[in-house]
DNA sequence: TTTAACTTTGTAATTGTTACAATTTTATTT
DNA sequence: AAATAAAATTGTAACAATTACAAAGTTAAA
């Protein structure tokens, strides 16, 4: 499937930046940033305007099309998986790693007893990845 | 134990603004933003300048006082309560409840077995709340 | 009591995001 | 194909949350 159907398929209408923006968070897990996006694209498409970035993305995540992270204080970050799966950002390096979400089912069945409709569901660790956590201890 | 001793006991040395802003999120279970934390103290601390807000929850952060929760997009909201749990936001009233922590150690697990350090851990659900839910079906 | 260290304060700067009007592009109708 | 309408993009300006920083105030130590 094109990014131009996979777009359809989400009922967004396809424009030159939508299939670029889409394409780039299909093909970078990275879990970009606007600004990481906008840089990336400004390559290729010059005219690109941040604005658009932002209304893309806004439109992305409203279709369901991407998940907006607020693992990160400082700006959101987006993911183009929409499957379920939760994330760990290291506090050193800063990157953002995917991860299963395979928690129980009983908390959130008994919140849907109680009344509460689950719409969405946001796992974030924070540590120290595998790499910082050695290069921390070699410096102690 | 007062809150003086409180802020002791994270290594924090307490000062009139410490002790008001740590008393109010020990009271107030809403999970406050600074400006709802900086009106409310305003009044008894009417020289109380919002720099100091920030700067005190940063360190209280940085002391495990107080747990940053992102879950807000547009702003920080912080938690007096250390002890692990997981929040669930309601898109419609903006309210954050708390809610148990109790998924499964599986997870984790193997992060850790695979060399990441966890340091910590945020569950964020969001929908609706009991109240909303049952206003939006009224209305349609 | 003097000095040093720390805390608070207010202002200004910075940064991420949004509002909005003008322009450009795309789709529709004639 | 031309005219019109609708939608998308753009750039600038506004906004809001946060941070930097220097001055003033407070507390602790000598």
Chains 1, 2 share one sequence.
Do not use: W
Request: proline share 4%.
């Amino acid at each position: 499937m094109t990014v131009y159907e996979y777009l359809l398929s989400y009922q967004i209408k396809p424009s030159v930046q939508r299939i670029a923006i889409m394409d780039y968070l299909l093909k970078h897990k990275t879990h970009p940033s606007i600004d990481e996006i906008y840089i990336a694209l400004c390559k290729d498409i010059p005219t690109l305007s941040k604005t658009t970035v932002y209304n893309t993305l806004k439109l992305f995540v409203e279709h369901g099309a991407a998940k907006l992270l607020t693992i990160n204080e400082h700006n959101a970050c987006f993911d183009g998986e929409t499957a379920p799966h939760g994330h760990f950002q290291c506090k050193y390096c800063g990157k953002i790693y995917d991860i299963p979400l395979a928690f129980d089912r009983e908390v959130s069945e008994k919140l849907e007893t109680k009344g509460f409709q689950i719409e969405e569901t946001n796992l974030y660790y924070k540590g120290a990845c595998p790499q910082c956590a050695e290069n921390n201890v070699k410096e102690q």
